[in-house]
T-cell receptor, first 114, second 115 residues
Framework: AQKITQTQPGMFVQEKEAVTLDCTYDTSDPSYGLFWYKQPSSGEMIFLIYQGSYDQQNATEGRYSLNFQKARKSANLVISASQLGDSAMYFCAMREGYRNKLVFGAGTILRVKS | DGGITQSPKYLFRKEGQNVTLSCEQNLNHDAMYWYRQDPGQGLRLIYYSQIVNDFQKGDIAEGYSVSREKKESFPLTVTSAQKNPTAFYLC??????????????FGQGTRLTVV
């Protein structure tokens, strides 16, 4: 069964605007962690933000924030004030329970327009 | 500098040959991972290891093998049984254990082309 679903294959956003990238997940374990990564065209994987299932507040890191809706099992990434350098592939990932298995979604390609 | 190193960056092999991709980390991480990425696609988990001398199959383990004899090293062998091995392979490591919130660090990847 698909554990991580990213339903937006591609997104466009105007420079300086905010954009939301969707991620839904499936787990029956009460303890889990959710991660977002950015992959530019160079292929490197850049860690952006983390949200734990027991965290009371939504995670934020600079221009990145995570809209965590536990009941809906969604962990959407919000990028504020988009920049041209934000153009990349974005992946949502989940680690379930205390296992170290880490699985990724299919990704969303974001293109920032000037 | 601590980090995770994959070698080589590009690899060409003839069909039917086994090939081994190297992954070394000096971060003292317990958990290590291998992912496969096809053009425009997501990362699919091949194998992962939580500790030395232990590893588990991921979602697409058929045609691949791994070993974890040392904490620092987690080589991946792409065997001739893998029907479509041409892809971008990424290795990653995490602190692991009971530390839940730590992110995975990735190598620069190996682009394997089978001709």
């Amino acid at each position: 069964a698909q554990k991580i679903t990213q339903t937006q294959p591609g997104m466009f956003v105007q420079e300086k605007e905010a954009v939301t990238l969707d991620c839904t997940y499936d787990t029956s374990d009460p303890s889990y962690g959710l991660f977002w990564y950015k992959q530019p065209s160079s292929g490197e994987m850049i860690f952006l933000i983390y949200q734990g299932s027991y965290d009371q507040q939504n995670a934020t890191e600079g221009r990145y924030s995570l809209n965590f809706q536990k009941a809906r099992k969604s962990a959407n990434l919000v990028i504020s004030a988009s920049q041209l350098g934000d153009s990349a592939m974005y992946f949502c990932a989940m680690r379930e329970g205390y296992r170290n298995k880490l699985v990724f979604g299919a990704g969303t390609i974001l293109r920032v327009k000037s | 500098d601590g980090g995770i190193t994959q070698s080589p960056k590009y690899l060409f092999r003839k069909e039917g040959q086994n090939v081994t991709l190297s992954c070394e980390q000096n971060l003292n991480h317990d958990a290590m991972y291998w992912y496969r990425q096809d053009p425009g696609q997501g990362l699919r988990l091949i194998y992962y290891s939580q500790i030395v001398n232990d590893f588990q199959k991921g979602d697409i383990a058929e045609g691949y093998s791994v070993s974890r004899e040392k904490k620092e090293s987690f080589p991946l062998t792409v065997t001739s049984a893998q029907k479509n091995p041409t892809a971008f392979y990424l290795c990653a490591s995490r602190l692991g254990g009971v530390v839940l919130h730590t992110e995975a660090f990735f190598g620069q990847g190996t682009r394997l082309t089978v001709v």
